[in-house]
């Protein structure tokens, strides 16, 4: 496993991901009334340095995120299904 997508186990025995705390530092920068593309909230150097399989999974994991109310975003409907959308809460 390569070190910037190194995974840790935490205390809960959850899988800690890097990524994730990355778009959750990330949303206190958000706007509440503009809506966002994952590759908005992270950082472009960030975005730019993470693998494009990963993408789509850390873009996955913050859909699943979502729908389970772990982070202050909504789904935003657009004129196609993906990317994806969202909004802060």
Sequence with gaps: MNAHNEKKLTKEGDYFDPYIDHVKERLSECLPS??????????EEVWDFIPDGEKRSLDRKVSHLVSMRQLPLIPVLGKHEFPKRYQLI
């Excluded at 503009?34 to 950082?43: A, D, M, S």
């Design 34 to 43: 503009r809506t966002y593309l994952l590759k908005e909230i992270v950082i």
